[in-house]
């Protein structure tokens, strides 16, 4: 699965959803969500069947962040639970890689066996819960299956010249 959309963040006083799929009307309960944290790292996170594994990729990076007032073209590749480990997720600023940060919140942990939580929720761009995206999102999109690095620049070269 891939998740892109450019965003041009105004600020990042709370977490800032972009593309959600959630599974309860609340947005506790994630089937996957690519979101900005409020340092101005992006993530992607995904739960699994019974709500007990939430693992988490996250950027990371201080020298290259999200910026404020600018657009950036952010993308999330999930090729599925195949390693088990920080492989499975690619992140993407601008057209260029991140080496992603992986964590759990679980303490069984993430590995080859995962499932994601299955949603019948409509995808939410730019909320989650009582939480909202404070800025403008443009293209967001979902892909059902793993964009390639060649891909997803191909995708950054060919938009934005609308953007910058």
């Known amino acids: 699965m891939t998740l892109s959309a450019w965003i041009k963040p105004d600020d990042f006083g709370t977490e800032a959803p972009i593309l959600s799929k959630w599974h309860s ?73 991140y080496t992603a940060f992986y964590s759990t919140f679980s303490a069984g942990g993430y590995g080859t066996s995962y499932t994601t939580l299955y949603s019948t929720y409509k995808l939410a761009i730019g909320a989650r819960g009582g939480w909202f995206f404070d800025g403008a999102i443009a293209y967001a999109s979902v892909h059902e299956r793993a964009l390639t690095d060649a891909e997803v620049l191909d995708s950054y070269n060919k938009t934005k010249g609308r953007f910058t």
């Open 25 to 97: 009307s609340d947005g506790n309960w994630a089937s996957y969500s690519m979101r900005v944290a409020t340092d101005a790292d992006f993530m992607f996170t995904t739960q699994n069947e019974t709500g007990s594994d939430y693992p988490y990729w996250t950027s990371n990076q201080a020298a290259r962040r999200v910026l404020t007032s600018e657009w950036n073209h952010i993308v999330c590749v999930w090729r599925g639970a195949i390693a088990g480990d920080i492989t499975d997720v690619s992140l993407y600023l601008n057209g260029v890689i």
